[in-house]
């Protein structure tokens, strides 16, 4: 049972453009949400989060949003930089602070020159 | 400030034997959570562990462990290596227990053969 779905396995954007990556989650309980960015050979790095009582949250480049009627949340990256290419993985928090994240299954973003 | 550190980076084992993997997380970070990935299940919740303490278990199998230690350090443990072993094993730590905002170090790859 996928609870957390990222339905686009790649993504190809050109260089300058904006990169939007899709997350849909089933379970009502999750409080939480997260975007990390993950380079071959190296574990994910935390990139972005939001809370569930929030519907936006910006950082830099970076912004997510959160649609919580739909449950559904994206990440948007504005511009996008070739350095930006990797795998990107949402992930959900239960609430009750259990300290355990569910992921997607990722996308894979390439950002061409 | 040192990131989440694995050892080892990589780890062939034969069926039938186990592993143990270790963990030093972030100084100052208190919670340790493991992580498997695979191509087929993507990144799933092994466990947590805080002052010591298991605090939350994935649905994993009982061949499935962990410890921490009073510095923080975590180690994991898989008994009876069996083919579907084979992963990427990530370590995260984060400040306190239950805190969603998880650090995440470079992965141990164990190759079950």
């Known amino acids: 049972d996928q609870q957390v779905k990222q339905n686009s396995p790649s993504l190809s954007v050109q260089e300058g453009r904006i990169s939007i990556l899709n997350c849909d989650y089933t379970n009502s309980m999750f409080d939480y949400f997260l975007w990390y960015k993950k380079y071959p050979a190296e574990g994910p790095t935390f990139l972005i989060s939001?809370?569930?009582?929030?519907d936006k949250n910006e950082d830099g480049r970076f912004t997510v949003f959160l649609n919580k009627s739909a449950k559904h949340l994206s990440l948007h990256i504005v511009p996008s930089q070739p350095g930006d290419s990797a795998v990107y993985f949402c992930a959900a928090s239960p609430s009750g602070n259990t300290g355990k994240l569910i992921f997607g299954q990722g996308t894979t973003l390439q950002v061409k020159p | 400030k040192a990131g989440v550190t694995q050892t080892p980076r990589y780890l062939i084992k034969t069926r039938g034997q186990q592993v143990t993997l270790s963990c030093s997380p972030i100084?100052?970070?208190?919670?340790v959570s493991w992580y498997q990935q695979t191509p087929g299940q993507g990144l799933q919740f092994l466990f947590e562990?805080?002052?010591?303490?298991?605090?939350n278990k994935g649905n994993f199998p009982g061949r499935f462990s962990g410890r921490q230690f009073s510095n923080s350090r975590s180690e994991m443990n898989v008994s009876t290596l069996e083919l579907g072993d084979s992963a990427l094993y990530l370590c995260?730590?984060?400040?306190?227990?239950?805190?969603?905002?998880?650090?995440f170090g470079p992965g141990t790859r164990l190759t079950v053969l």
């Open positions: 939001i809370s569930s009582i929030k």
């Open positions: 562990y805080f002052s010591e303490t298991q605090r």
């Open positions: 100084s100052g970070h208190r919670s």
């Open positions: 995260a730590s984060s400040l306190v227990a239950g805190d969603n905002e998880q650090f």
